[in-house]
């Protein structure tokens, strides 16, 4: 039985509906919730979603895949085979099914996104667990992030996608005075029509979080989109693509316009596919070097990367001592400090920092710092559950590499290690990981700025009780192109951002080229096009 | 006396409000007459417009340039000196100009702009005649496109960038609720943060309507903007840019946020500009290769363009045979073709079209349309109004070129010929100028879609009478991504496009990259950064 398009969009009306206005207002709301209790998500939720996972494991996941003769199976702990397909059949697929995506229109098109991230949340616990054995992160922040906030970030891209490319009204009459005789009048219809197919690459550490924006703003705009996630991290992804899959067919669409692209670790198809002609869309989360090699070679597409920077933390006073300490130390070890979120340049002045628990010198800082870390992580369980595993062995090189640095605070994870501003060759790298460095500096805010504006950031925090101070700070955050966080002590963390509220990247520095999600990230994926008569 | 922007913000709060509910509705509104009439703009405005015009020949123009120790005069009609500047110092002057106009705020950016806006309307007779003198057109067409149409179509920028960068609100609380406790509580600061220095590249045959939507889009986004004029049409851009920096003057700002940068012919300072490293945006309007290399080599900034391309008409039955002649002999004679929307390839079926008048075969329409333009041109005041003035070699050896061609079908200006569909390496150049092909061919609407998706096009028209033809027609132009009119017989014209209605041109094809003006026209020129607390 066929559910059109349009119905699925009046089953959901609702929440896109509220989605838009959340959008707008930038408060506080979530569609999804991110509490994996029974009370939420119902007695049978937690078992029954472990149980269709573990029925994934050691078997060829039940996809079709354009072209697909083969199969590939690349994670380190999920044993899972996947169709591959060539990528000109991939393209070749996704372009025989634009024109039936195309006339569903942006509201048929949200409709069946809505109804994709409801299936999504339906199936959490599920998506939870192949998070959390793709990427090394404990289950509850699997859930959480993977789960409830990707969805929500899913479900703003879908609301900012729909609210855009509908301000133009699909009709419109135009009727133009003329000085003694009757109006000049035309009829004005605008169709919104897709930039071309999409790309979709995923990361290893945030395989959902960091795809279902450009996902669903490609989805909802009218493109044709190629998931292709990371060789370590396929099953959150492969899983997504399915429930695409499943509901195009059921809205009486080609399942084509998602389709799953697969490949062995190094085959670079990520790099095939974004280069070819007819793709015209790239959204990419991962390493600043392929990003960069992304912007300059996609040149047929436009090209929204979240690559990694200098996120920095200005260490200026604070009225909470203790409170900033906790908060430090969380983001630090929050899952190995694997997120493009997570701080690594800590800067405080040679002078140290006045606190309300006394003046604090760069040593006093450091040691106080390692304490919290200590503290935070001395119970074996919390630890697990804050620090996650390692993802792969690069971030495990750099971890070594740091505890070799002179000057080291903390050295086991996350590691710290001090420094003084002439060791720019170290604390301008980008450390992805659980590394992070207390330089010590004369001029924070100039080296904040300067560092940012050259290698990128996607967070920065302040710590001041200075009015003054933080009015530098935000001057400084802005010409350094960044959001900026101030004062947390409590439960909200600079790593951390909410969907429909925080604008998560930006492209004005060059850690990223979009901002999820606003105006700018979806009105570059389609174009509207007037006729009249 | 200072007049701060929040002042011209209040003072043209209403004509901005109006702008904006104008260019979301797309229905006709136009904010500054277009009718150069005394009972209109009064009994002095044409005598003063005209001896204001008249008091700048001869002199050098009165602008302050950055660095200026030279000046150059380069137009061929009007002897006037413009001071020239360095690159290097203009764009310096731009940066140091940016955090003041920061600082005035989206709102502020926008009531500076109306005020630019209104001071231009009070000249719009001078622009008129320096649009004249420059461009070669009519009097009244310069009034009206030079005039009032761009002062729209700036207006219409203007309303969609301040609707644009300030949807996501400036403050917003968010309050998160957590179990047994206090809500989690921020409050998030959001700022409107431009890309950098921009660069308007003018044209010579529209300086001002072509130029005016992104000088205001980027103003208003926060960017400081270089106005580079086409050195054959400068005095309507020193015109403007000097009532830019009167107006910033008298807010207190830097009138640096708009300069004048002016070359001799063929001395390349729009590639210098364009590839400088601080220039972060980019308008151009101009020739096809220009324009690819802007958009190949400045890839530092966002280009935005708008090139050439096969402007097509497709001809498949008519319920008004005399109106359509009439309509096309306009459209292909007005400004002699010299319309980046004009006109250029006639599709016609070797069977013919079906008309109210009776069946005409192809040669009996080209003896017709040609038969329309003789009547349209017959008398010599009318021709000279409709025609205006042929404005440069390059047209006129192409004029001179076609007219040599087999198949001439009209041999005066405009120069129509007929052609087979493998003539294709003649109307697949674009000919920018008087110059049309009735072109006949069994698959028109293929021809069209194939043709416009490879060389691009800004305007398309059909004539038919059947809904099935004129659905797939609408469905051809969809696929060859460009806008569409159809069944033009009376006073609408393919070549007009209406500001705060019709799109102008689109990135759906290579014709451009840009539609004016859609969200995409503005969201690529500013970020949003927030900050948190």
């Given at each position: 039985?066929v559910?059109s398009p349009t119905e699925?969009y009046?089953?959901?009306?609702?929440?896109?509906d509220?989605?838009?206005?959340?959008?707008?207002?930038?408060?506080y709301?979530?569609?999804?919730?991110?509490?994996?209790?029974?009370?939420v998500y119902?007695?049978?939720?937690?078992p029954?979603?472990?149980a269709?996972?573990?029925?994934l494991?050691g078997?060829?996941?039940?996809?079709?895949?354009?072209?697909?003769t083969?199969?590939?199976?690349?994670e380190?702990?999920?044993d899972?085979a996947?169709p591959?397909?060539?990528?000109d059949?991939l393209?070749?697929?996704?372009?025989a099914?634009?024109?039936g995506?195309?006339?569903?229109g942006?509201?048929?098109?949200a409709?069946?996104?809505?109804e994709i991230?409801?299936?999504?949340?339906?199936?959490?616990?599920?998506?939870?667990?192949?998070v959390q054995?793709?990427?090394?992160?404990a289950?509850?922040m699997?859930f959480?992030?993977?789960?409830?906030?990707?969805?929500?970030r899913?479900?703003e891209?879908?609301?900012?996608?729909?609210?855009?490319?509908?301000?133009?009204?699909?009709?419109?009459h135009?009727?133009?005075?003329?000085?003694g005789?009757?109006?000049?009048?035309?009829?004005k219809?605008?169709?919104?029509?897709?930039?071309?197919?999409a790309?979709?690459?995923g990361?290893?550490?945030f395989?959902?979080?960091?795809?279902?924006?450009?996902?669903?703003?490609?989805?909802v705009t009218g493109?044709?989109v190629?998931?292709k996630?990371?060789?370590?991290?396929?099953?959150?992804?492969a899983?997504?693509?399915?429930?695409c899959?499943e509901?195009?067919?059921?809205?009486?669409?080609?399942?084509?316009?998602?389709?799953?692209a697969?490949e062995?670790?190094g085959e670079?198809?990520?790099?095939t596919?974004?280069t070819?002609p007819?793709?015209?869309?790239v959204?990419?989360?991962g390493?600043?070097?392929?990003?960069?090699?992304?912007?300059?070679?996609a040149?047929?597409?436009?090209v929204?990367?979240?690559?990694?920077?200098?996120n920095?933390?200005?260490?200026?006073?604070?009225?909470?001592?203790?409170g900033?300490l906790?908060?430090?130390?969380f983001?630090?070890s929050?899952?190995?400090?694997?997120?493009?979120?997570?701080p690594?340049?800590?800067?405080?002045?040679?002078?140290?920092?006045?606190?309300?628990?006394g003046?604090?010198s760069p040593?006093e800082?450091g040691?106080?710092l390692s304490?919290?870390?200590?503290?935070?992580?001395?119970?074996?369980?919390?630890?697990?559950?804050t620090?996650?595993?390692?993802v792969?062995?690069d971030v495990?090189a750099?971890l070594a590499?740091?505890?070799?640095?002179?000057?080291v605070?903390?050295a086991?994870?996350?590691?710290?290690?001090?420094?003084?501003p002439?060791?720019?060759?170290?604390?301008t790298?980008?450390?992805?990981?659980p590394?992070?460095f207390?330089i010590?500096?004369?001029t924070p805010?100039?080296l904040?700025?300067?560092?940012?504006?050259q290698?990128?950031?996607?967070?920065?925090?302040?710590?001041?009780t200075?009015?003054?101070?933080?009015?530098?700070a935000?001057?400084?955050a802005?010409?350094?192109?960044v959001?900026?966080?101030e004062?947390l002590?409590?439960?909200?963390?600079?790593?951390?951002?909410?969907?429909?509220?925080?604008?998560h990247?930006t492209?004005?520095?060059p850690?990223?080229?979009?901002?999820?999600?606003?105006?700018?990230?979806v009105?570059g994926r389609?174009?509207t096009?007037?006729?009249?008569?």
């Amino acid at each position: 039985m066929v559910t059109s398009p349009t119905e699925f969009y009046e089953r959901h009306r609702d929440l896109l509906d509220r989605a838009i206005e959340a959008a707008a207002a930038r408060d506080y709301w979530s569609a999804y919730p991110e509490s994996p209790s029974k009370s939420v998500y119902g007695e049978q939720a937690a078992p029954d979603g472990e149980a269709a996972f573990r029925a994934l494991l050691g078997a060829e996941f039940p996809i079709e895949v354009p072209g697909a003769t083969t199969t590939v199976s690349t994670e380190l702990d999920a044993d899972v085979a996947y169709p591959k397909g060539d990528p000109d059949d991939l393209i070749a697929a996704a372009r025989a099914a634009t024109p039936g995506w195309r006339a569903a229109g942006p509201h048929g098109r949200a409709g069946v996104a809505a109804e994709i991230l409801a299936r999504l949340n339906a199936r959490i616990f599920e998506l939870a667990h192949a998070v959390q054995v793709t990427t090394g992160q404990a289950f509850v922040m699997a859930f959480q992030a993977g789960g409830a906030h990707a969805q929500d970030r899913g479900l703003e891209a879908v609301a900012v996608a729909l609210a855009e490319s509908t301000r133009i009204p699909a009709v419109a009459h135009w009727s133009k005075p003329q000085r003694g005789g009757d109006p000049l009048r035309l009829e004005k219809t605008s169709t919104v029509v897709g930039r071309g197919v999409a790309l979709v690459i995923g990361c290893t550490t945030f395989p959902t979080w960091n795809s279902y924006p450009g996902l669903f703003a490609s989805l909802v705009t009218g493109n044709p989109v190629i998931v292709k996630p990371h060789p370590g991290a396929v099953l959150p992804l492969a899983i997504t693509v399915q429930v695409c899959r499943e509901v195009l067919t059921e809205a009486g669409l080609d399942p084509n316009v998602v389709t799953l692209a697969v490949e062995q670790r190094g085959e670079g198809i990520a790099a095939t596919l974004a280069t070819h002609p007819d793709v015209r869309i790239v959204d990419f989360t991962g390493s600043s070097e392929f990003g960069d090699w992304l912007e300059a070679n996609a040149r047929q597409a436009v090209v929204y990367t979240e690559k990694a920077g200098l996120n920095t933390v200005i260490l200026d006073s604070t009225a909470d001592y203790q409170g900033m300490l906790r908060n430090l130390a969380f983001s630090l070890s929050l899952y190995s400090g694997q997120m493009c979120t997570t701080p690594q340049n800590l800067l405080i002045a040679p002078a140290g920092i006045d606190t309300d628990a006394g003046h604090k010198s760069p040593a006093e800082f450091g040691a106080d710092l390692s304490a919290a870390l200590d503290k935070l992580l001395s119970d074996p369980q919390r630890a697990a559950g804050t620090l996650g595993a390692i993802v792969n062995d690069d971030v495990r090189a750099r971890l070594a590499e740091a505890g070799t640095l002179p000057g080291v605070l903390h050295a086991t994870t996350p590691v710290v290690v001090r420094l003084d501003p002439s060791d720019e060759k170290t604390y301008t790298r980008e450390w992805f990981g659980p590394v992070s460095f207390v330089i010590t500096t004369p001029t924070p805010l100039e080296l904040f700025t300067r560092t940012v504006r050259q290698h990128g950031a996607l967070t920065a925090l302040v710590h001041s009780t200075s009015e003054t101070f933080l009015d530098q700070a935000r001057e400084a955050a802005l010409d350094a192109g960044v959001h900026l966080s101030e004062n947390l002590t409590g439960g909200v963390f600079v790593n951390q951002t909410s969907a429909f509220s925080d604008l998560h990247g930006t492209g004005a520095n060059p850690a990223a080229t979009a901002s999820l999600s606003d105006a700018a990230f979806v009105t570059g994926r389609y174009y509207t096009l007037q006729s009249r008569r």
